[in-house]
Each structure stands twice: as structure tokens, then as C-alpha cells.
């Protein structure tokens, strides 16, 4: 495991999630019962700037939504990624190309390439783990 794969450490877990302030969530539903949609929209609530990403709609959680993080403006502290496995790789691309600090997989996506590759390029990894339970149990 590379050193900035930090699932498994939750000091670090706890640290990243103090410190971050922008989160883009990518694979977002506008349903509000999707995880995606319930998990964005805890993390809203707990002060973090949302930013949606996914190309079907305009707007989510009364953000304006983006197709890709290309198009996000500003840092992105954490790419929340609520893909298939499959489709990770692409996301962790476009996460190193802009620039973001961090890739978290959400529980049950587990792509291992694509973390190590976001680790490699020097993003902090977290892996199968869900934001929003991670920041009930280290946050509060």
C-alpha cells in the first residue's frame, strides 16, 4: 500500500476530513434517495462547500452541478467518487489533472490501480470507506 493511501489510518482520515473545506462529489444523484445525494447532502450540513458533479443534471442541492471536474472552478480539497469501479480511473485522471488533494472511493468502490495511481501522482487516498461515516465516527 502506498503511503498516501490512508484508508486504514484513521488520524490521517480524521486530519484530511478537518482540513478540507471544498468537497466534489462525482456520481451524484439529484434523487434524494441515493447515497450519493443523502452522503453530499450530510456533508453540506456539516459546513463543507459541496460541488456535484454529473453531466445529467444542472443543479443539485441548489449548487450548480458540473459534467466533469474540469469545469469545477477553484481547489477541490476532496474528489467523493460514487462510481462504478470501472469508471474510476477516468475520475482519478481528471482528480490529478486539476490539481485536487485528495480521491476518496466511496464504500464498496474498490478500484486498486486507480488508487495507486492517485497515490503515486501524490493525492491522499481513501478507499471503500463512506464519507459521511467516517466523519460521524472521527468528527462527530
Known amino acids: 500500500m502506498h ?9 490521517a482520515i480524521r486530519g484530511l476530513l478537518q482540513q478540507a473545506r471544498t468537497i466534489a462529489v ?6 434524494p434517495d441515493r447515497p450519493s445525494h443523502e452522503v453530499a447532502h450530510y456533508l453540506q450540513r ?17 449548487q450548480k452541478c458540473y459534467p466533469s471536474l474540469h469545469e469545477v472552478p477553484g481547489k477541490i480539497d ?25 480521491v476518496w472511493l466511496q464504500l464498496g468502490v474498490i478500484a486498486p490501480a ?16 463512506c464519507t459521511k461515516i467516517e466523519h460521524r465516527r472521527l468528527i462527530g
Open 46 to 62: 456539516a459546513g463543507y462547500t459541496i460541488v456535484p458533479v454529473n453531466p445529467a443534471y444542472g443543479e443539485v442541492l441548489g
Open 78 to 102: 476532496i474528489v467523493d467518487v460514487f462510481r462504478k469501479p470501472a469508471d474510476v480511473m477516468a475520475v482519478v485522471d481528471e482528480a490529478i489533472a486539476v490539481g485536487a488533494g485528495s
Open 114 to 129: 486507480a488508487a495507486e495511481k492517485a497515490a503515486a501522482a501524490g493525492l491522499k487516498v481513501v478507499s471503500d470507506r
Open 26 to 31: 462525482v456520481g451524484i444523484s439529484a434523487k
Open 3 to 11: 503511503p498516501n493511501d490512508i484508508s486504514t489510518q484513521p488520524e
